[in-house]
């Protein structure tokens, strides 16, 4: 089947460098609105407990609403020896564990991530994503991984999040050492949007 890339796609985020981010990735063949386009000043609901549920929960609630072809990511770090976590819990990670008042504490999120894997030799991880597009009433999920390893102790100034404790494979750099367009020419974010892309147009 041929599937024709449609002329305009809500992406269901507040967060205006994941707008550029697709914008870029997706080119020009598809224009990007915002939730400001559509003149949706709602907080999306984000309580499922997978990056699957949640992506389409964000992505199902302003399908129904506004009926617009859209999509929704979910991301977060995944650690082999934590059994997968933080996981959907990444940005709540620290408070959850009742060492930040607040998610989205970004130091505070490495800080306890660094001290549950004290004197564990398997720093195994991977940052993964999940968007969810909903074109013409039909669901469709894609996934985006870079995996990687945790270091000893952070290191670089740059990114967001875990980025200054995670060195991807085939890098002895962190996330937060390398260059902006370094981290988003492998990072998880941008593979599972090429993957929707490559679904739009296969060849
Ligand atoms: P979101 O779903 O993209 O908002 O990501 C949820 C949380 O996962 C963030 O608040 C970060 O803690 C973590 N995270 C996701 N992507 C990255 C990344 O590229 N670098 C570092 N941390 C990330």
């Keep these: 089947m041929n599937i024709t890339f449609p002329k305009e796609l809500v992406f269901a985020t507040n ?9 870029a990735i997706l080119g020009s063949s598809v224009r990007i609105l915002s939730l400001q386009d559509i003149d949706c000043r ?29 999509f929704a990511d ?10 997968g976590s933080p996981g ?16 989205h504490d970004d130091a505070a999120n490495t800080r306890q991530l660094l001290r549950d894997l004290d004197g564990i030799a398997d720093r195994g ?3 993964r994503t999940v968007t969810a597009l909903i074109l013409q009433g039909e669901e469709h999920l ?3 991984i870079v995996r ?3 270091t000893l102790s ?21 996330f937060a050492q390398l260059l902006p367009e370094e981290k988003n020419s492998i990072s998880h974010r941008a593979r599972s949007l090429a993957a929707m892309k490559k679904y739009f147009s296969p060849l």
């Design 42 to 70: 709602e907080e999306l609901p984000e309580t499922k407990d997978t990056f699957e549920g949640n992506a389409l929960q964000k992505a199902r609630y302003i399908c129904d609403r506004y009926g617009v072809d859209c």
């Design 142 to 144: 894609f996934e985006g």
């Design 88 to 103: 959907v819990y990444s940005a709540r990670y620290a408070l959850l564990k009742g060492a930040a008042l607040q998610a």
């Design 154 to 174: 952070p290191a670089g100034e740059g990114g967001f999040g875990y980025d200054p404790v995670f060195i991807p494979e085939g890098y002895d750099r962190t």
């Design 15 to 23: 967060n205006r460098h994941k707008l550029e981010e697709a914008a």
């Design 74 to 83: 979910d991301s977060g770090l995944e650690v082999d020896a934590l059994g």
């Design 148 to 150: 990687g390893t945790i």
């Design 125 to 127: 991880a991977q940052f």
